[in-house]
């Protein structure tokens, strides 16, 4: 049973530019979370998408969109990007208003130059 | 403004002993709160939950402590072991099942043989 996917592992890109994480969910997971985590800082929430829509957001400004597919995968988009978009993000799932608790990917580690 | 904070960012502790994590949440409202544990390039792995009807829940060597008059909560893990040494991030949830979670900003653990 295949965990929470996500690609790709590391990215590199200037400022200014767009990027695209993508993020496929565990097994029977129809919910998608997305985190930014900062060097030396915990996760932030970011959105959560179910049913291809957004459900619940973060405090991160418009230039961080999302989308999910009638698959459950899940995009992350970020335009115009800055040096503080410098991250680890995280890609998480679970079964919408379950009882168990969400299953977290490897990340994409974004570099922003 | 920080809701949750682990105010130790390590902790180093022999094999065979206690290891104590601690957390201090500021927002009331919250009800659920978990532990995550972090390998270098892996994404968080869940370890434990409790929810804020209850004071401790235990699973195996870890237990989870929470004092609600205090927001404060605790991880325990005894006998602390190698292969605990990782990062700890405790986090924080309104409602169990909507999964947006707010972290702290972690605890490194190691156990040293």
């Known amino acids: 049973d295949a965990g929470v996917t996500q690609s790709p592992t590391h990215l590199i890109k200037t400022r200014g530019q767009q990027v695209t994480l993508r993020c496929s969910p565990k097994?029977?997971?129809?919910?998608v979370s997305w985190y930014q985590q900062a060097l030396g800082q915990g996760p932030q929430f970011i959105f959560q998408y179910y049913e291809e829509e957004e459900r619940q957001r973060g405090n991160f400004p418009d230039r961080f969109s999302g989308h999910q597919f009638p698959n459950y995968s899940s995009e992350l988009n970020v335009n115009a990007l800055l040096l503080g978009d410098s991250a680890l993000y995280l890609c998480?799932?679970?079964?919408?208003?379950?009882?168990?608790?969400?299953?977290f990917g490897p990340g994409t580690r974004l570099l922003v130059l | 403004d920080q809701q949750v904070k682990q105010n130790s960012p390590s902790l180093s502790v022999q094999e065979g002993r206690i290891s104590i994590l601690n957390c201090d949440y500021t927002n009331s409202m919250f009800d659920y709160f978990l532990w995550y544990k972090k390998y270098p390039a892996e994404g968080p792995t869940f370890l434990i939950s409790i929810s804020s009807i209850k004071d401790k829940n235990e699973d195996g060597r870890f237990t989870v402590f929470l004092n609600k008059s205090a927001k404060h909560l605790s991880l325990h893990i005894v006998p602390s072991q190698p292969g605990d040494s990782a990062v700890y991030f405790c986090a924080a949830s309104l409602t169990s099942g909507t999964y947006k979670y707010i972290f702290g900003t972690g605890t490194r653990l190691k156990v040293l043989a």
């Open positions: 998480a799932s679970s079964k919408y208003q379950g009882q168990e608790t969400q299953y």
């Open positions: 097994s029977g997971h129809d919910t």
